[in-house]
């Protein structure tokens, strides 16, 4: 190998690295996109709201507080206050609630919308995504809730009720407010 050879070698890589230089700007990202989360909402829709909602019961969040209580106080020794026999307790367990669950809604796909035919789509398009693996047959069965739950959850709405936004994010639904 020639000498000038073995010192071009690190100079080669150098000038390519100064090739992926942009010039002191750095290239950004874009912002992600919305995700199904900001679309919850918790108000409740108008009773003239065009389109369909869904509710999403928020579980009851409880607390557990436990202490004790004396049931048996100590005995003593009359002459040298000795301890003869200790303190019973009971231990006593309450519930309390610390937040009841409000409801959140989302704009949801009606149920007239809800044909056999876009059932069938809609499971087709969840099992291209390897979320479903029954057949396409129409039925809004628990498999395909579980499905539209599992698509739907990394977006930050976890319900099986298939919301437009979803719809609209598999090509399945056009909607113009």
Excluded: W
């Excluded at 002191?24 to 874009?30: A, I, N, V």
């Excluded at 698509?151 to 919301?163: F, I």
Aim: net charge positive; glycine share 8%; charged share 20%.
């Amino acid at each position: 190998m020639h000498p000038g050879c073995a010192a071009a070698g690190p100079l080669l890589a150098l000038a390519l690295l100064a090739g992926c230089q942009t010039g002191g700007t750095d290239l950004q990202r874009p912002p992600p996109g919305p995700t199904l989360a900001s679309e919850v909402s918790t108000q409740r829709p108008a009773t003239d709201a065009k389109g369909c909602y869904a509710e999403l019961k928020a579980p009851a969040q409880v607390e557990t507080v436990t202490h004790q209580v004396q049931v048996i106080p100590e005995q003593r020794d009359a002459k040298t206050g000795a301890i003869t026999q200790p303190a019973i307790y009971r231990e006593m367990s309450a519930q309390r609630m610390i937040d009841a669950g409000k409801p959140r809604y989302f704009r949801a796909m009606c149920t007239a919308d809800l044909t056999p035919s876009f059932v069938a789509m809609l499971q087709r398009a969840l099992a291209a995504r390897n979320l479903y693996h029954g057949r396409a047959d129409g039925t809004l069965d628990p498999a395909t809730g579980t499905a539209i739950r599992a698509y739907q959850a990394p977006r930050g709405l976890d319900s099986a009720t298939l919301s437009l936004r979803a719809a609209q994010e598999m090509g399945l639904y056009i909607y113009t407010p």
